[in-house]
């Protein structure tokens, strides 16, 4: 590993100024951008990993080392999503305490936000002096094509985006042409897929893949856009507007591309003395935890959030003790849990809590490239 003596070598500098500029010291010697951007060059040539842990331990346990993992999420992003990645990261943490701990290892969990479309600003990114692996969550389409050039030192995996990185993904595709199959099943002549004016990569391949196995049956569909912030009250009224046509003009199925646009949209049928699922079938994606006690209860395609996040804490882990070769890219299954919203049989179906889910390897499919 490279050391402080190293790095200022090839910087051409002090140690002491190598020090102050990777911990990021308060000094009253001041160091120039020239000077601190040849320490962080001279970091990153040399592979540099620094010792977070350092400043946190005590005398008496000189050989513990502390991994630092964070997660690089949205300031804007849902409460809901954060909280799955989360406990899913933790029980994976769980489940290898023991063995971190037998090779003299602590980790710590933190969250790094970030502005939409502002990903590159985040600090860490380019160099590894905050965090030893970081898991990437809801971007939008320009932090997608920004970490599709983007080279660094510092170990990351992005969570579902296609990206030439490490990754964990989900088929939205293929899962949206399920939920579209079904509501073709069900007689459904009349088809609508409500998305966010600001559609991530996963919500637009939801689109797309709704659009095209409609379109192939031969019967109407509908794309609508539901603009604004926070999802779930510009749903709600895009639905009320979307409600407020005749009869004959309006779908008899809706699929919302995530669970949050499918609870404006039941508010909104109720208000509009819409029936669901008489006058109309309303399908969701995520299967988050309010989606079973909705009035009706909601069909939505389970996306196995804690599951990925778990293996996206594993492949971390791996990377950063160099025990897998980039990129390590996971695909995981996807299925549609039929409720009451779209005229289902009523079901108790939802997966077991994270607990008592098998979050090991055998459940997915993996692509070493």
Not at 53 to 58: E, G, I, K, S, Y
Request: glycine share 6%; hydrophobic share 45%.
């Amino acid at each position: 590993m490279a050391s402080l003596r190293d790095i200022a070598r090839r910087a051409g500098t002090s140690v002491s100024t190598v020090s102050l500029v990777l911990n990021g010291r308060p000094s009253s010697v001041r160091i120039s951008e020239a000077t601190r951007q040849a320490v962080l060059a001279a970091a990153r040539e040399l592979g540099y990993t620094p010792h977070l842990a350092a400043r946190r331990l005590r005398a008496k346990t000189p050989a513990r080392r502390l991994i630092v993992l964070a997660i690089a999420h949205p300031v804007d992003s849902r409460l809901s999503l954060i909280s799955r990645i989360i406990r899913g990261m933790q029980h994976h943490l769980g489940t290898v305490q023991t063995a971190l701990a037998q090779a003299g290892l602590e980790t710590q969990l933190t969250v790094e936000t970030y502005q939409p479309g502002h990903l590159h600003r985040l600090r860490g990114l380019r160099e590894p002096l905050w965090y030893h692996g970081l898991l990437v969550t809801n971007t939008t389409p320009e932090d997608d094509a920004f970490l599709r050039t983007l080279e660094t030192p510092l170990p990351f995996v992005v969570f579902q985006r296609v990206t030439p990185h490490n990754a964990v993904n989900a088929d939205n595709r293929a899962a949206a042409c399920r939920v579209a199959q079904h509501l073709l099943a069900l007689g459904h002549q009349q088809l609508a897929v409500m998305a966010p004016e600001t559609a991530s990569e996963a919500h637009q391949l939801r689109v797309a893949g709704f659009l095209e196995t409609v379109a192939a049956s031969g019967r109407r569909v509908e794309a609508i856009t539901a603009p604004g912030t926070p999802w779930t009250d510009a749903a709600y009224h895009t639905a009320r507007a979307l409600f407020a046509r005749p009869a004959s003009q309006r779908p008899t199925a809706l699929f919302a591309t995530n669970d949050l646009l499918a609870l404006g949209i039941l508010r909104a049928a109720r208000e509009s003395g819409v029936r669901v699922p008489d006058d109309l079938a309303v399908v969701g994606f995520d299967d988050a935890e309010f989606a079973q006690y909705t009035v009706p209860a909601l069909t939505t395609v389970h996306l196995p959030i804690e599951e990925m996040a778990a293996r996206a804490t594993a492949i971390l882990l791996d990377l950063i003790q160099q025990r897998a070769t980039p990129p390590v890219q996971v695909e995981f299954p996807t299925r549609l849990v039929v409720r009451e919203s779209c005229g289902g049989a009523r079901q108790s179906d939802r997966p077991a809590t994270t607990d008592a889910l098998s979050l090991g390897r055998p459940e997915a499919h993996v692509t070493l490239f």
